[in-house]
C-alpha cells in the first residue's frame, strides 16, 4: 500500500506543474491565446479545421445521406482563439474564410488536439454569427 501511496504522489509531483504551468490554464477554464495572427501552431489548426469541412463536404456531394453538399472554402486565418484544458486541449476557433466566389466568411470552429497520441478531432464547424466578418476585417 506504502508503495502505491508513493507511486500516486510522484505521479502527482510531475504531473502538476504541466497543468498549472501551462499558461496559467485551469482545467475546464476557457483561456484566450495571445497573438492568434502570428501564432502558427493555431493557423494550422485552423488549415486543418477547413480541410476537414472541405472533405465533408465533398463526402456529401459523391454519395452522401443528402447527395447535396455545400460549397468548399479556402482558409484565410484565424483571427481568434481560446483553449480548454479536457482530456487533450480543446481549441474554440473563429476562421476566416473564403468560398469559390470569393466571399469571405466567419466560422465558429471546435477541435480537439491529444497531442501525446498525434490526434486532432473536428468537432463543429459552422458560420459565425453575420456581424462577426466586421469585427474581424482590417
Not at 496559467?24 to 493555431?42: F, I, P, Y
Not at 486543418?48 to 463536404?57: D, G, L, T
Request: net charge positive.
Amino acid at each position: 500500500m506504502a508503495k502505491i501511496l508513493m507511486l500516486l504522489s510522484a505521479i502527482f509531483l510531475l504531473v502538476s506543474p504541466l497543468v498549472s504551468g501551462y499558461r496559467g490554464m485551469m482545467v475546464g477554464g476557457r483561456t484566450q491565446v495571445r497573438d492568434v495572427k502570428s501564432n502558427e501552431a493555431v493557423q494550422e489548426l485552423g488549415r486543418f479545421c477547413v480541410k476537414e469541412f472541405n472533405k465533408q463536404q465533398l463526402r456529401q456531394q459523391h454519395g452522401g445521406s443528402n447527395g447535396g453538399g455545400g460549397e468548399l472554402l479556402m482558409f484565410s486565418e484565424v483571427v481568434a482563439a481560446e483553449t480548454q484544458v479536457v482530456s487533450g486541449i480543446k481549441y474554440y476557433l473563429k476562421i476566416a474564410a473564403s468560398n469559390g466566389k470569393g466571399e469571405a466568411k466567419v466560422f465558429d470552429s471546435v477541435v480537439v488536439v491529444k497531442a501525446w497520441i498525434d490526434d486532432k478531432q473536428l468537432i463543429t464547424f459552422e458560420p459565425a454569427a453575420a456581424n462577426e466578418l466586421r469585427k474581424f476585417k482590417k
